[in-house]
């Protein structure tokens, strides 16, 4: 038996079984609080498969759910800015586990985000870039400054990204994101 290379994320969903490509495909048209939590059981099966750059695009798919934010699902797993943060402070070249860029990620995502909650959304990726850019050495993990040049945008300051997560966000998000920072 192969055990796996990655302990638990603590602030992930423990899981009893390993999800699979084919039950989040199963949920695909339903984006409402089993798809959360479906998106958060996948990104610990997928970090403790030693594969973090797939367990923070779930996380990212998470963030995308259709919540009213007063679901009692939320009180114990939150928007997961603290997942995320943890995978970034546990982030291992060891068995060649990729990571690749998150903060050149999460810019491209909230600059070309669209379709259904995509003003939130835009603004969730910010605020994970925001994480990423205190946690990441910049050395390693520079931003895109050739799409900053070549499109005229500017990285939103810390306040922008608090205010335009209290207006959209969940009650308590903002504080839950401002902890971490």
Not at 39 to 67: F, H, I, V
Not at 107 to 127: F, L, V
């Amino acid at each position: 038996m192969q055990l796996d290379p990655n302990e638990p994320c603590p602030f992930l969903p423990k899981i009893d079984k390993k999800i699979k490509a084919s039950d989040s495909r199963a949920l695909s048209n339903q984006k409402g609080l089993s798809f959360y939590r479906l998106c958060l059981e996948y990104s610990q099966t997928k970090w403790m498969q030693g594969l973090p750059a797939q367990s923070l695009l779930q996380l990212n798919r998470a963030m995308s759910a259709d919540l009213r934010g007063n679901e009692e699902y939320l009180k114990d797993y939150p928007i997961p800015y603290s997942s995320i943060k943890w995978i970034l402070c546990q982030r291992t070249d060891k068995d060649g586990q990729f990571l690749g860029n998150p903060r050149r990620h999460w810019q491209h995502y909230a600059t070309r985000m669209s379709g259904p909650r995509s003003e939130i959304r835009i603004w969730r990726s910010w605020a994970c870039f925001a994480i990423a850019s205190k946690v990441l050495p910049s050395s390693e993990f520079p931003e895109d400054k050739e799409q900053l040049l070549n499109e005229g945008l500017h990285l939103p300051s810390l306040s922008t990204i608090e205010s335009n997560l209290k207006k959209l966000g969940f009650v308590g998000e903002v504080e839950n994101w401002m902890q971490l920072l």
